[in-house]
């Protein structure tokens, strides 16, 4: 199992990219290298601006992989955050992190441009995003 520290630290400031390493790569990554799951991947960011939101909205809401997956109240280590802007209905997710236990917990998820960060609820509520808390049906 890979130390969880150190591999978040050298996650954070790399850069986002459309074609990279975007919200959902991101998730797959961690959920494989720290949490041994293996998620499909769902996202292809090549939609950008207003039909790059549309689109990822309905991967996100619609996919079959959200049926292996349960919606809980409180965030737990390892739980996938589905997110939506705060102006949008609730479940109109557009963005995606995962909750990890460390300095209290945050959200660890790449956007542009400020690319992999680690925010705190607070954080993430100061960008606009609310999150909804999945982890894999048992």
């Known amino acids: ?3 969880s520290a150190p591999y ?3 996650l954070i ?3 986002w990219a459309r074609d990279g390493r975007h919200c959902w790569r991101l998730v797959a ?3 494989r290298d720290l949490f041994g799951r293996e998620l499909p991947p769902i996202l292809d960011a090549g939609c950008g601006g207003g039909e790059g939101r549309r689109y990822r909205r309905g991967l996100f809401t619609d996919h079959a992989e959200r049926g292996r997956w349960s919606q ?3 965030p737990v280590h390892g739980a996938v955050a589905l997110m939506h802007r705060r102006a949008a209905p609730a479940g ?3 963005h995606a992190g995962v909750w990890l236990d460390f300095d209290g917990g945050g959200v660890l998820h790449t956007d542009a441009p400020h690319g992999v960060v680690f925010d705190s609820p607070r954080d993430l ?3 606009g995003w609310v999150p909804s808390w999945f982890v ?3």
Request: glycine residues 4%; proline residues 8%.
């Open 29 to 31: 990554e961690v959920q």
């Open 72 to 74: 809980i109240a409180a």
């Open 125 to 127: 509520g100061a960008r």
């Open 13 to 15: 400031n790399q850069p």
């Open 92 to 94: 109109d997710y557009e």
């Open 1 to 3: 199992m890979i130390d």
């Open 8 to 10: 978040v630290s050298a």
């Open 136 to 138: 894999p049906l048992t």
